[in-house]
C-alpha cells in the first residue's frame, strides 16, 4: 500500500519566519490558482477530507504540511493567484511561496501543477526562476487533461516538455487527471521516489 494513503494534517504556517523545522523530507505541490492543486492532492492521497483542511477559509493563504510517514510530509503552497491581483498580495505570495522553495533545505522535489489547457504561465515561469539556483528536481502535472483531444494532450506534452528540456533540466512532465484518474500510478511513482519510500517494492524473488 502507498504511504499516501496514511496522510494527515501536521500543521499549517501563515509566515516564512514560523516554517518548522527543516528535517526529513518534503515534495511541494505548487500551481496557480485554479490550476486544480487541491483536487491533485485529494486524488493523489485517495482522500475527500484533505480538500476540507487546504480549502478551510483563512488556510488557503497558508502553507498547509500532511505527514505522509516518518518525517515525511507533503507541502500544499498556496495557490498563486491572478497577475490582476493587488501588488501587496503578489509581493506576500511571492515572500512566502518564493521563500519556501528557494531556502527550504528539506525540499526533495516540487509538483509543479499547470491547467493542460494554459501551460507555463508566467506564475510557473517564475517558479523555475526561483527554483534554478536549487536545482530541485520540479515534476509537472498537466492537469484536467481529460478537456483535451488525445492529440491535444499529446501535443501539449511535447510543447512543455521542449521547452523545459531547454530552460529546466531537471524536469519531468505527465498527463493527468484527477476526474478521469489519469497519471495516478505516474505522479504517485514519483513523490514516492523523492520521499525515498520503498513500502510498494516487491522482496527479491529467491534466484533471481
Ligand atoms: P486549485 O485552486 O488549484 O486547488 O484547483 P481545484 O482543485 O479547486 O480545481 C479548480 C477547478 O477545476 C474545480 O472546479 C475543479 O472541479 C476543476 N478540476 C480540477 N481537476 C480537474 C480535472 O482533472 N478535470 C476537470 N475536468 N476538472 C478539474
Redo the contacts with the bound molecule.
Keep these: 500500500m502507498s504511504m499516501l494513503r496514511n496522510i494527515e494534517f501536521a500543521t499549517t504556517v501563515a509566515d516564512a519566519r514560523d516554517l518548522p523545522p527543516a528535517h526529513g523530507l518534503e515534495v511541494a505541490f505548487v ?10 492532492l ?1 486524488t493523489l492521497a485517495q482522500r475527500r477530507r484533505m480538500a476540507f483542511v ?2 478551510t477559509p483563512g488556510r488557503t493563504q497558508h502553507i498547509n504540511f500532511f505527514r505522509v510517514g516518518p518525517a515525511r510530509y507533503l507541502v500544499d503552497l498556496p ?1 498563486y493567484g491572478y497577475a490582476a491581483a493587488p501588488a501587496a498580495t503578489r509581493a506576500r505570495w511571492d515572500e512566502l511561496i518564493g521563500g519556501y522553495v528557494q531556502t527550504r533545505s528539506c525540499l526533495r522535489g516540487v509538483m509543479l ?1 499547470m491547467d493542460a489547457r494554459r501551460p507555463l504561465t508566467e506564475f510557473d515561469r517564475q517558479m523555475f526562476d526561483w527554483l534554478k539556483p536549487t536545482g530541485t528536481p520540479v515534476h509537472v502535472l498537466l ?5 483535451l483531444s488525445r492529440q491535444q494532450a499529446d501535443a501539449a506534452l511535447r510543447s512543455v516538455g521542449a521547452a523545459l528540456g531547454r530552460h529546466y533540466p531537471n524536469y519531468s512532465v505527465q498527463l ?5 484518474k ?1 497519471g495516478i500510478a505516474e505522479a504517485t511513482a514519483k513523490i514516492l521516489e523523492w520521499l525515498g519510500d520503498d513500502s510498494n517494492k516487491k522482496p527479491p524473488v529467491k534466484g533471481e
Design positions: 500551481g496557480r490558482s485554479n490550476s486544480g492543486k487541491s483536487s491533485a485529494n487546504s480549502k495557490g501543477i492537469s484536467k487533461s481529460d478537456k493527468f487527471s484527477s476526474t478521469r489519469i
